[in-house]
């Protein structure tokens, strides 16, 4: 079975400071994965999405970037953190071709508070 | 760009009860997704609808694709204090990117025991 994972769980970061996040994906290969970001326990934002390594579409201008060095490894970053970047992160997987394709699957997500 | 609207924003019933929420959207989708999410918790799929007019449930839940293709609805029966959560609905609309979904605001659901 697929599982997907996220690091870390929660994470505090000064303003101005690098941010690093992780999601790897297990069990499948050549998934379509996603980062979102969701504030205040609503509405889900996508961020990025990629179709393959070293493919990343980006769906709203900002400080963050997303890169894929491995098929199943999907990483968040940012050079320096706004307090606005505060929310849950959250990173998800759909098969790449297969009728249900549109299914995307979460991971447990990432609490970053920016102070 | 395509845009849903989820209905009601939240809900407050009594363990026991059943639940309807909705979702409707003024084009045409061709997929209707719907999410739990617990507190602290990514979210997790429900059920997945590909047919207009299709009816599926999954234990107590029991979500359907309207017939116009723009709107679906789920609904659960007999509420236990563990549905508590945040509902999505999402969607592929007609010409949509085929790695992308939209996603509803989420209805907000607390049961009282």
């Known amino acids: 079975s697929q599982t997907i994972h996220q690091w870390p769980a929660t994470l505090v970061q000064p303003v101005g400071s690098p941010l690093s996040l992780e999601c790897t994906v297990e069990?499948?290969?050549?998934?379509?994965l996603y980062w979102y970001r969701q504030a205040a326990g609503r509405g889900l934002q996508l961020l990025f999405y990629?179709?393959?390594?070293?493919?990343i579409s980006s769906e709203v201008p900002q400080n963050l970037s997303a890169s894929r060095p491995q098929d199943r490894q999907f990483i968040l970053s940012s050079k320096k953190l706004l307090l606005s970047d505060s929310g849950f992160y959250l990173c998800?997987?759909?098969?790449?071709?297969?009728?249900?394709?549109?299914?995307?699957?979460f991971g447990p997500g990432t609490r970053l508070t920016v102070t | 760009g395509q845009q849903l609207n989820q209905s009601p924003q939240s809900m407050f019933i009594q363990e026991g009860e059943d639940v309807s929420m909705n979702c409707t959207s003024s084009?045409?989708?061709?997929?209707w997704l719907w999410y739990k999410q617990d507190p602290g918790e990514g979210p997790v799929l429900l059920i997945a609808?590909?047919?207009?007019?299709e009816l599926t449930s999954n234990g107590r839940l029991t979500a359907q694709f309207g017939i116009t293709r723009k709107d679906s609805f789920l609904n659960i029966s007999a509420s236990i204090p563990s549905d508590v959560g945040i509902y999505f609905c999402?969607?592929?609309?007609?010409?949509?990117?085929?790695?992308?979904?939209?996603f509803g605001k989420g209805t907000l659901l607390t049961v009282n025991p």
């Open positions: 998800a997987w759909s098969a790449r071709t297969s009728r249900f394709s549109y299914e995307q699957y």
């Open positions: 069990g499948t290969s050549n998934p379509n």
């Open positions: 990629s179709v393959g390594i070293g493919q």
């Open positions: 084009s045409i989708f061709n997929t």
């Open positions: 609808l590909y047919k207009a007019g």
């Open positions: 999402a969607g592929r609309g007609s010409g949509g990117s085929n790695y992308k979904l939209t």
